[in-house]
């Protein structure tokens, strides 16, 4: 057993997982079993480009996978949680790590129950990643809005997935799991919303789709929206 999959590699254990998730937990540990490397090892370029003059601080990768972005983050002097379902995946971004002498900080838990125990503690993120994790429409509002939560005053989001155009050239075949503007806008309560725009799909393998970035910011001393929202 790793690591990762003890959760010693972290402060905390992991919290209670949702309905399902040892379910997707398991498909996930499948699918990354079957080969030896799933997804690109390239970080993402967007994200490259945005993070890139930032200065480094704490940051968390939600379904961070094999780590791409992870990675390069800890390269940069960002001091790096990874979570995933997969302890499969965890287990080859902690052998990469190890092999480009760097560390980031893993735990095997769901994205919901780990954001809100670490919101609970008082935890917060200078930057928050989510690359193409694609929940259901019962969960994503829910995620995004756990995902804005744990961004610090003065931190960023960044979250890119497949967009609703891609259907059937890229991403999951069920319509309700890719990105639209809307969704995106309505779940990030208390976020400056600096850019919510399409590009062409490089997703995490080869694809012919268009992916949807969404890079926000928290304003400088507010930690929940305003009353209403
Ligand atoms: C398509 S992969 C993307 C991996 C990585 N972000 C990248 O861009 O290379 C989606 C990842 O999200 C993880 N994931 C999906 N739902 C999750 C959940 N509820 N809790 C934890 N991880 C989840 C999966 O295990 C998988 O590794």
Redesign the pocket.
């Known amino acids: 057993m790793t690591a990762s999959q003890r959760g010693d590699n972290h402060d905390h254990a992991p919290p209670s997982p949702g309905h399902g ?1 040892h379910e ?1 937990a398991h498909q ?1 540990d499948q699918r990354y079993s079957a080969s030896p490397q799933v ?1 690109r090892a390239e970080p993402d370029h967007t994200l490259v480009e945005l993070v890139g003059a930032l200065p480094a601080g704490r940051a968390v990768d939600l ?4 780590g ?2 992870s990675l390069w983050l800890a390269s940069r002097g960002w001091n790096t949680t990874a ?4 302890g499969v ?1 965890l287990q080859r971004l902690e052998a990469n790590a190890l092999a480009q002498g760097l560390h980031v900080s893993t735990l095997v ?3 919901v129950p780990y954001l809100e125990a670490a919101v609970s503690r008082g935890e917060h993120f200078g930057l928050v990643v989510m ?3 694609h ?1 259901g429409p019962e969960q994503r509002p829910g995620l995004l809005s756990a995902a804005a939560s744990a961004v610090a005053p003065g931190g960023h989001l960044f979250v890119v997935g497949h967009h609703l155009s891609s259907l059937g050239k890229a991403g999951p075949p069920d319509p309700d799991r890719l990105y639209v503007e809307d969704d995106v806008r309505d779940a990030l309560t208390g976020l400056e919303l600096l850019r919510l725009d399409r590009r062409g799909g490089v997703s ?1 393998v080869e694809d012919h789709g268009t992916d949807l970035v969404v890079w926000a910011q928290r304003p400088v001393g507010r930690l929940t929206g305003p009353p209403g929202r």
């Not at 379904?63 to 094999?66: I, L, N, R, W």
């Open positions: 998730w997707l996930w997804f379904g961070a996978g094999e791409r972005n979570v995933d379902a997969s995946a838990a769901d994205l690359a193409y994790v929940p995490d």
